[in-house]
């Protein structure tokens, strides 16, 4: 059964850091492209950080780059967000996200979805 389970939001302060991570099923994880797409309140999900199979592509959403870098261990079958300088803007429920083949941008192209985890900043 495919399972991605993501962890680590919770709430922090502006200028703060947090670092999400998405555990997969080796099934899941085997030849993927892995992406964080967010979704706040009464707001559409968002792109945030997507990451190649062999982790050497790499690419962000405008509102996170700079700020944010995704990370993948193969070998733990694991995907990692590590967030910086968060804004409150960041607040948003975070979703890791998985397809076969290449980066995608548009949530409609990802096969296999976690539950989320909430990620809170306050001002």
């Known amino acids: 059964q495919v399972q991605l389970v993501e962890s680590g939001g919770g709430l922090v302060q502006a200028g703060g850091s947090l670092r999400l991570s998405c555990a997969a099923s080796?099934?899941?994880?085997?030849?993927?492209?892995m992406a964080w797409f967010r979704q706040a309140p009464g707001k559409e999900r968002e792109f945030a950080a997507a990451i190649s199979w062999g982790g050497d592509i790499t690419d962000y959403g405008d509102s996170v780059r700079g700020r944010f870098a995704i990370s993948r261990d193969n070998a733990k079958n694991t995907l990692y967000l590590e967030m910086n300088i968060l804004k409150p803007e960041d607040t948003a429920v975070y979703y890791c996200?998985?397809?076969?083949?290449?980066?995608?941008?548009?949530?409609?192209?990802?096969?296999?979805w976690g539950q989320g985890t909430q990620v809170t900043v306050s001002s």
């Open positions: 080796a099934g899941t994880f085997s030849a993927t492209a």
């Open positions: 996200a998985a397809r076969r083949g290449a980066i995608r941008y548009r949530g409609e192209e990802y096969d296999y």
